[in-house]
């Protein structure tokens, strides 16, 4: 696990899974990064909070935040958000009949998970996971083969090593003996760390 030594602020920090409507072949997020960054930075301007850690996946995205003292209004920020980012984005996506009634647009699943963190070990357990996920949805096999999240900001900040997080698996492959016998007793193996 990361050693992270930040002070978390008890009561403040929060991880957040939004997801887009559209789960399956949907690259909405990555493909209007600039929009959603643009997005997130006008709306902290206006509402301040701190992003201590974000991945943006393809259809979905995890953050985790720290929210001024006193106040928990995540929900106002995350409408705006979703609200502006939809607004710069056509894609002629389908409307169900309820959301069009509240001028709503269909790009965002209505609900997200929310967690409010814990103590500094929950903190910093949700931050490997945010900068382990495009690996653990299978997009890359490494960490650092995915642009969209704040893990090169860790490891400029010491945090992690460029290296971590690689998904290998072994692999025991016989080698075969020249008489070419059954196997047992004479029978080796040699390990395969492949990276998938
Ligand atoms: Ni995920």
Redesign the pocket.
Known sequence: MTHYRRIYTPGATWFF?VNSAKRRNNRLLVENIDVLRTVFYDVKNKHPFRIEAAVI?PD?L?CLWTLPPGDANYSMRWGQIKGRFSSHIDTGESISKSRKKRRERGLWQRRFWTHLITDQDDFNRHVDYIHW?PV??GWVCQVADWPHSSFFKFVKMGVYPMTWGIRVSLILMRVSNPNDAPPGIGTSYVAHLIAF
Request: proline share 0%.
């Open positions: 899974t996946m979905h995890h996920n653990k949805h």
